[in-house]
């Protein structure tokens, strides 16, 4: 038996009332404004899902665009990640480095410390989704950036040592017995930053940067000799 003609249509009818899903629409903007809209959406998929779920159509969804969207921006999915690997690691070592004192500077470790923690609150608060990768790691993070985030640390612990080692040479009279170890000092200054630097992400408030800076002035000053 076929359909009535006032069947068929209601159901046409009822078929076209019915709303459609949209895609994402995104508005025009400019290539190099879209890539960084792209980079901080994939930035944000890892720090709160992982690597693993790190993926094109993850990205589209967290950026409120289709995914023609994203390969308009990027190749394909290597590609956008290898960009937001550069683009991070020059935002964490750059500011890393204005942490540390001009090294033909005045030398006193108590403006030092002072001046690092001081900015290391600073960067923590203005962008805590990148050293959340950097101090809180996922467990799944490829091993590419973990060698990348370490090569990172371990050449601002040299600058670090640099700038303990001209504060040594410059300490006023002899100095018998034990000399102190630019390189432990070093390992042992940024070791501390970093903990209290998860603590900041993981317990916003608990050490506040004033008490911090007060404790290590104290214990630099015991450790440090005076200089000239």
């Given at each position: 038996?076929?359909?009535s003609?006032?069947?068929?249509?209601?159901?046409?009818?009822?078929?076209?009332?019915?709303?459609?899903?949209?895609r994402?629409?995104?508005?025009?903007?400019?290539?190099e404004?879209?890539?960084?809209q792209?980079?901080d959406?994939a930035?944000?998929?890892?720090?709160?899902?992982?690597y693993?779920?790190?993926?094109?159509d993850?990205?589209a969804?967290?950026?409120?665009?289709?995914?023609?969207?994203?390969?308009?921006?990027?190749?394909?999915?290597?590609?956008?990640?290898?960009?937001?690997?550069?683009?991070?690691?020059?935002?964490?070592?750059?500011?890393?480095?204005?942490?540390i004192?001009?090294l033909?500077?005045?030398?006193?470790?108590?403006?030092?410390?002072?001046?690092?923690v001081?900015?290391?609150?600073?960067?923590?608060?203005?962008?805590?989704?990148?050293?959340?990768?950097?101090?809180?790691?996922?467990?799944?993070?490829?091993?590419?950036?973990?060698?990348?985030?370490?090569?990172?640390?371990?050449?601002?612990?040299?600058r670090?040592?640099?700038?303990?080692?001209l504060?040594?040479?410059?300490?006023?009279?002899?100095?018998?017995?034990?000399?102190?170890?630019?390189?432990?000092?070093?390992?042992?200054?940024?070791?501390?930053?970093?903990?209290?630097?998860?603590?900041?992400?993981?317990?916003p408030?608990?050490?506040?940067?004033?008490r911090?800076?007060?404790?290590?002035?104290?214990?630099?000053?015991?450790?440090?000799?005076?200089?000239?």
């Amino acid at each position: 038996m076929s359909a009535s003609p006032s069947s068929s249509a209601s159901s046409s009818a009822s078929s076209e009332d019915r709303p459609r899903k949209r895609r994402p629409y995104a508005p025009r903007v400019p290539i190099e404004q879209r890539r960084e809209q792209l980079l901080d959406a994939a930035l944000a998929v890892i720090v709160n899902e992982g690597y693993d779920r790190v993926s094109i159509d993850a990205i589209a969804k967290r950026a409120e665009v289709a995914r023609s969207v994203v390969y308009g921006a990027y190749e394909n999915l290597d590609a956008l990640l290898s960009a937001l690997l550069d683009r991070q690691q020059a935002r964490a070592f750059e500011r890393l480095l204005q942490t540390i004192p001009d090294l033909h500077g005045p030398r006193d470790p108590a403006a030092f410390v002072s001046e690092a923690v001081r900015r290391m609150s600073a960067m923590l608060r203005e962008d805590p989704d990148t050293w959340r990768l950097i101090l809180l790691p996922p467990g799944n993070m490829p091993t590419v950036v973990r060698d990348r985030i370490e090569a990172d640390r371990e050449r601002f612990r040299l600058r670090v040592e640099a700038w303990i080692s001209l504060a040594l040479a410059d300490r006023s009279g002899p100095t018998p017995g034990p000399q102190l170890d630019a390189q432990v000092l070093a390992h042992a200054l940024v070791a501390c930053a970093e903990h209290f630097g998860r603590l900041a992400l993981t317990d916003p408030g608990r050490f506040d940067p004033s008490r911090l800076i007060g404790q290590l002035q104290v214990i630099l000053g015991a450790v440090l000799p005076r200089m000239r």
